[in-house]
């Protein structure tokens, strides 16, 4: 049995849950900010008076963004560009990283291959190059530009790697010997019980596709065509408020009187964040697993 906690060991504990509380609140303060800021009055917004709670609460500011249709429309776009991306470059990541983890098959070129990705990840064409070759490839302007050129992450397909090679060769033979052909292996054994590998790499590709809007405003021409983190860069940045909503000037006028620049800046920031804070925790009990599984040998 432990014993007693020394009278130093409970001090030593309590300056750490303090520098862990105030670390905690350091993260969440500004976020309950932004949150004030939205639901506050103008008069107060412009006055500098909003803390950690709205002054004169409404909720003009996201009335005012549910009624842009460019919004709803890139909110829109980035879910669909979540989904197709996400999905797609889990299938690419898995079939690329089964092969490369079976070292005892045979597969000409497999450590030449493997340098060339080493290579790729820690080096880069440059931006022109690159531009050039979606260009040639027809990419340009369509929605696959944004889902196409992140369908292969090295960084993912090591970590799965890693932990196919954690899977015992027992399972791998006996599939074999019942004749399953390298697909079926795959599917209906491997990613069965590779669930927080999987589940590690959908939440970086989530994060990284819902996040992502330089390539929405370099390679995609028209602002409808962008996805929500493109568009919330340009208002953000640029402060319009002239946007193209379903509602006409005179009645935007009389019902969003209240709105600012400010607040809707901070009102779509706060709903860019939800997804990912609604995504995030249900994969957070296999980020750990997933990064450090199959990273020790016996």
């Not at 939205?38 to 008076?49: D, E, G, H, I, K």
Request: hydrophobic content about 55%; charged content about 10%.
């Amino acid at each position: 049995m432990a014993g007693k906690a020394s009278l130093s060991d409970r001090i030593v504990d309590a300056i750490l849950y303090t520098i862990l509380l105030i670390l905690a609140l350091a993260c969440v303060a500004p976020f309950i900010h932004v949150a004030a800021l939205s639901l506050s009055n103008q008069a107060a917004v412009a006055a500098r008076q909003v803390g950690l709670w709205p002054v004169g609460m409404h909720f003009q500011n996201y009335l005012f963004i549910m009624a842009d249709r460019l919004f709803i429309n890139s909110f829109g776009i980035s879910l669909l560009r979540v989904v197709v991306g996400v999905s797609l470059g889990l299938l690419v990541t898995v079939i690329t990283a089964y092969p490369l983890s079976r070292d005892h098959l045979y597969m000409p070129g497999r450590t030449i291959f493997k340098l060339l990705m080493l290579f790729g990840m820690m080096f880069s064409g440059g931006l022109i190059p690159y531009f050039l070759a979606l260009r040639d490839l027809g990419l340009l302007n369509t929605f696959w530009v944004l889902i196409i050129p992140l369908a292969l992450n090295i960084f993912n397909v090591i970590l799965v790697i890693n932990f196919f090679r954690g899977i015992p060769q027992e399972l791998w033979e006996a599939a074999v010997l019942d004749g399953a052909s390298h697909l079926q292996v795959l599917f209906q054994v491997f990613i069965p019980i590779s669930k927080p590998v999987l589940a590690t790499i959908t939440l970086f590709s989530s994060v990284m596709h819902w996040n992502s809007w330089f390539d929405g405003v370099i390679f995609l021409k028209e602002a409808v065509q962008w996805p929500l983190q493109s568009y919330l860069y340009s208002k953000v940045t640029t402060r319009m408020l002239q946007w193209q909503t379903a509602v006409s000037a005179e009645v935007a006028g009389q019902t969003f009187q209240e709105a600012t620049p400010e607040g809707l800046a901070t009102a779509m920031i706060l709903i860019a964040t939800i997804p990912i804070l609604i995504v995030y925790p249900l994969l957070q009990r296999y980020f750990v697993t997933g990064l450090t599984l199959g990273s020790i040998k016996e």
